[in-house]
């Protein structure tokens, strides 16, 4: 079973960048798509950006724009690039299949406060 490690979140300002990244500890190639999703404290899990094997990207429409979501297949890791950051951004991230049919794994929480 593959397990997810993410990483790279921290306290930011408004208008700040933080890049993430999400180790598989399996073939990401096994899957077709990769996401990051993220849930906010009282609120339920949702999907911020999809990327596929063929490196199509879809992003929510809260984050398009800003967001840029990439995979290393070499190295198993996912990306997501967040830029202009904003403090509805707050909530820890996690990445999974679009399904989430994996493991979950802790997350990385990113926090966007002046």
């Known amino acids: 079973q593959v397990q997810f490690v993410e990483s790279g979140g921290g306290l930011v300002q408004p208008g700040g960048s933080l890049r993430l990244s999400c180790a598989a500890s399996?073939?990401?190639?096994?899957?077709?798509?990769m996401s990051w999703f993220r849930q906010a404290p009282g609120q339920q899990r949702e999907l911020v950006a999809i990327v596929t094997s063929g490196g199509t990207r879809n992003y929510a429409d809260s984050v398009k724009g800003r967001f840029t979501i990439s995979r290393d297949n070499a190295e198993n890791t996912v990306y997501l690039q967040m830029n202009s950051l904003k403090p509805e951004d707050t909530a820890v991230y996690f990445c999974?299949?679009?399904?989430?049919?994996?493991?979950w794994g802790q997350g990385t929480q990113v926090t966007v406060s002046s």
């Open positions: 399996g073939n990401i190639l096994a899957f077709n798509a």
């Open positions: 999974n299949t679009p399904a989430g049919s994996l493991v």
